[in-house]
């Protein structure tokens, strides 16, 4: 079965631009959940969605945004970059919205310049 | 919310034993998870505990104690391999389900001849 896969891997972006991340969670995981990853803040909750719906949601200000479509695929969005937004981007898929093991995917690496 | 500590940096021997340990305070509780992450590459699920006691996986054991608000990821046999950062997360008991996790800092293990 193959992993959660997301897209691009890499990307760079100025400040001001906006950027889509996409994830694929494993086949017949209904739940995505995404992290941002930085070297001084470690791993951080973004948030969480299943069957469509956003369940869970982290700190984050409303410049990052999320969405899930009917195959359970995942997009999120992050508008008007700042420099402090470089980070790796993870996305975690689950079967279902609770109790259950995330697995991660390899990420995207995000430069803003 | 939750607050997870875990040390930043540990050193240990090939064929040696370690012990990572990961405290937290939580207004919330269910479950606790260890991942690995290798340099570049995403978290992998290391264990799972919610109830009190060890669970033994192989080289890996992992310990919690649900009163004390402590965990311990326990790696026996050490290999060069292991050598990579290990992160201990909580999850959040979040109404209507979830799955929020809280990540410590993580623990970057050395491991040498």
């Known amino acids: 079965k193959a992993g959660v896969t997301q897209t691009p891997r890499y990307l760079i972006k100025t400040r001001g631009q906006q950027v889509t991340l996409s994830c694929s969670p494993i086949?017949?995981?209904?739940?995505v959940s995404w992290y941002q990853q930085t070297p001084g803040q470690g791993l951080q909750f973004l948030f969480e969605?299943?069957?469509?719906?956003?369940?869970n949601k982290g700190n984050f200000p409303g410049r990052f945004s999320g969405r899930q479509f009917s195959n359970s695929r995942s997009e999120m969005n992050v508008s008007t970059l700042e420099l402090g937004d470089s980070a790796l981007y993870l996305c975690?898929?689950?079967?279902?919205?609770?109790?259950?093991?995330?697995?991660f995917g390899p990420g995207t690496r995000l430069l803003v310049l | 919310g939750q607050n997870i500590d875990q040390p930043t940096e540990m050193t240990a021997t090939e064929g040696a034993i370690v012990q990572i340990n990961c405290t937290y305070q939580?207004?919330?509780?269910?479950?606790l998870f260890w991942y690995q992450q290798h340099a570049g590459e995403a978290p992998t699920f290391l264990s799972y505990?919610?109830?009190?006691g060890l669970e033994e996986k192989g080289r890996f054991s992992s310990f919690l104690s649900r009163s004390k608000g402590y965990s311990y990821l326990l790696l026996k046999e050490l290999q060069m391999k292991d050598s990579a950062s290990y992160l201990c997360?909580?999850?959040?008991?979040?109404?209507?389900?979830?799955?929020?996790?809280?990540f410590g800092t993580g623990t970057q293990l050395k491991v040498e001849l």
């Open positions: 975690a898929s689950s079967l279902a919205a609770s109790g259950e093991t995330q697995y």
């Open positions: 086949s017949g995981h209904r739940s």
């Open positions: 969605y299943f069957s469509e719906t956003q369940r």
């Open positions: 939580t207004s919330g509780f269910n479950g």
């Open positions: 505990n919610v109830l009190d």
């Open positions: 997360a909580v999850r959040d008991t979040v109404t209507g389900g979830g799955n929020k996790l809280t």
